[in-house]
């Protein structure tokens, strides 16, 4: 699937930020490069996401990184080590 722009929310912070995004993709789909193109704008480099997501049902929350934005052609996140969710 493709992002839906307007379930990301900027909620805290201004560098780096923080935002929340909710997604029926799966979190390999969200990483993904180029995934948040479309929001190349409102995005920085550093900025933290928790993604929450919905496959199959079961509710999951991730956060990712944003590694690559700033006016960047691509965007590029990266899972954030050490976060699980059980």
Do not use: C
Request: hydrophobic residues 45%; proline residues 2%.
């Amino acid at each position: 699937m493709a992002l839906t722009a307007t379930s990301l929310f900027k909620i805290a912070g201004a560098n780096p930020g923080l935002h929340i995004y909710k997604t029926a993709d799966a979190i390999a789909t969200v990483t993904a490069s180029g995934y948040f193109n479309a929001v190349t704008d409102n995005l920085r480099q550093w900025d933290v996401i928790i993604v929450v997501s919905e496959t199959g049902g079961t509710p999951k929350v991730d956060v990712i990184t944003v590694t690559s934005a700033d006016g960047a052609a691509t965007v590029t996140t990266t899972a954030t080590e050490g976060v699980t969710a059980t």
